[in-house]
């Protein structure tokens, strides 16, 4: 698969980026002239127009390797929308894009933001618990992984990061308080897939909430998702054409429009 590349900050674009969204409306005339219309969701389309100022030789390089590639609007690549978050049901953990192994999921009390609710982790048996998201996103995409954890008592939760053999799981406290815990970071090299969840210890429970995945170095302010993450497998070029422009020595602007389906 193509990815998207990131800037040497770890960043995926230059803020600000103008995002767009697309729906198409089926209307349909029946014999006595009346009118019935529903959405298409098939042809929900997400566009976006990044325009980049002062990029690095290197950073236009990695651009322009795709964008040939692809061969402007013709190929497909994975592009991480920079305003989303990047997993799917990031509160309903009950769902099969989570993988549990050795934990059990319980109702919890409430939720960190208003509204909201937590969900209790707990590992019964005599080894540690983890719950995952598989995400398509290669080990050398710079990404930050944050949820809100507390617990009755004070105890340890493990923030996981896991690309093929590599593996990074960082312990953070919790407490009767709910905060926000993160890891950011990339490694090397690995699959086209990574891993990111949490793992508690044998016996341990702990409450849970808002699990979000970005692709930048610092966690942005929490965005809830159900089926559909802010991740997109078939994103396309909106042009055939690139046109940068030198604005310093060795300095490139250049403005990039592209184009996805929602939900896929």
């Given amino acids: 698969m193509k990815f998207y590349p990131q800037l040497v900050t770890g960043a995926t674009v230059q803020f600000p980026v103008v995002s767009t969204s697309v729906a198409r409306t089926v209307e349909n005339e029946m014999g006595d002239g009346r009118r019935v219309q529903w959405s298409d969701d098939s042809e929900r389309l997400a566009r ?37 978050n990047l997993l799917a049901w990031s509160e309903d953990f009950s769902r099969p894009d989570w993988l549990k192994a050795g934990v059990t999921l319980q109702g919890g009390g409430v939720g960190p933001l208003q509204g909201t609710s937590g969900t209790r982790l707990v590992a019964p048996n005599a080894v540690a618990g983890e719950l995952i998201q598989t995400v398509q996103l290669p080990g050398w995409y710079y990404t930050v992984f944050s949820v809100w954890v507390r617990s009755a008592t004070a105890g340890t939760i493990d923030l996981v990061r896991r690309c093929g053999s590599v593996s990074r799981a960082l312990v953070m406290a919790t407490s009767s308080n709910w905060k926000r815990v993160v890891v950011s970071g990339t490694t090397a090299s690995g699959p086209e897939t990574t891993q990111f969840g949490v793992a508690i210890p044998a016996g341990g429970a ?11 170095p610092a966690e942005s302010g929490y965005k809830r998702t159900s089926a559909t993450s802010g991740l997109y497998l078939t994103a396309r070029f909106d042009t055939d054409e690139l046109r940068p422009m030198m604005t310093a020595l060795d300095r490139v602007r250049v403005v ?9």
Avoid: H, K, N
């Avoid at 990039?256 to 896929?264: I, T």
């Fill in 256 to 264: 990039v429009p592209m184009v996805a389906r929602r939900g896929v």
């Fill in 206 to 216: 702990v409450e849970i909430f808002g699990a979000q995945l970005e692709a930048q």
């Fill in 48 to 84: 976006w127009v990044c325009t980049y100022q002062e990029l690095l030789p290197s950073e236009w390089a990695a651009l322009r390797q795709l964008f040939d590639e692809c061969e402007g609007r013709l190929g497909e690549f994975v592009f991480p929308d920079p305003a989303s």
